[in-house]
């Protein structure tokens, strides 16, 4: 069975400064991986796919890349702001499920 | 475009009441999903349909749980009767299988608290 890890749990940083979220998945054998934000009581919002035939995806200040033979994926975060106060996750889709990590909750520091 | 549509947004019932949610995907979308997500965890899935078809039912607990997708679009998600246990954001989710991208996409999720 696919297990999606994220480290780390929590992260706190000041406001300005660039980041790195991690995920880990244990099967290479992936169709795609999805991140998403879910902010407190909301639903998840997609913020990018990564198909497994790429290497990387962007949007704005968001780069997500993706290694799939070493079972890893990173969402880098440019020059940081309160508002990306979220909970990250990412997901697995291996082409009947999607399996998800249980997230990395993100706090930027005004 | 409308996104996925869920209601009740917030539920509470006390234990062995029966409650139901209610879920309109993305239209278009032939694949729908419900998971459950207790606090700080991921979304886990409880089932999944490829149009009207539950194609994967296997984390549904069977004896109070029940779902169904009428015509393959909506779809109601039912528990009876509620445990204690079953207090958690329930989520339902969409997607177009099939496309090269296959990206899934949220509703918000109804909160229930079984007293």
């Known amino acids: 069975k696919q297990e999606v890890t994220q480290i780390p749990a929590a992260l706190s940083v000041p406001e300005g400064e660039n980041l790195v979220l991690n995920c880990s998945f244990t099967d290479s054998a992936i169709y795609n991986l999805q991140w998403f934000r879910q902010d407190p009581g909301k639903g998840l919002t997609s913020l990018l796919l990564?198909?497994?035939?790429?290497r990387e995806q962007t949007s704005g200040r968001l780069n997500a890349s993706l290694d799939k033979s070493s079972g890893r994926s990173t969402l880098y975060i440019a020059a940081s702001q309160p508002g990306d106060s979220a909970t990250y996750l990412c997901a697995v889709f291996t082409g009947n499920q999607f399996y998800f990590g249980t997230g990395t909750s993100l706090t930027v520091i005004p | 475009e409308a996104g996925v549509v869920q209601s009740p947004r917030y539920k509470i019932i006390e234990k062995k009441q029966p409650v139901a949610f209610w879920c309109n995907p993305i239209?278009?979308?032939?694949?729908l999903y419900w998971y459950l997500q207790n606090l700080g965890q991921g979304p886990e899935l409880l089932i999944r349909y490829e149009n009207e078809e539950a194609v994967d039912d296997s984390q549904l607990p069977k004896d109070r749980f029940s779902a169904e997708r009428l015509k393959g679009v909506d779809s109601t998600l039912k528990i009876q009767p509620a445990e204690l246990g079953d207090s958690a954001v329930y989520l339902c989710?969409?997607?177009?299988?099939?496309?090269?991208?296959?990206?899934?996409?949220f509703g918000p999720g109804t909160r229930l608290t079984v007293l």
């Open positions: 990564i198909q497994s035939s790429q």
């Open positions: 239209s278009g979308h032939n694949t």
């Open positions: 989710a969409s997607s177009l299988v099939g496309q090269n991208r296959n990206e899934q996409f």
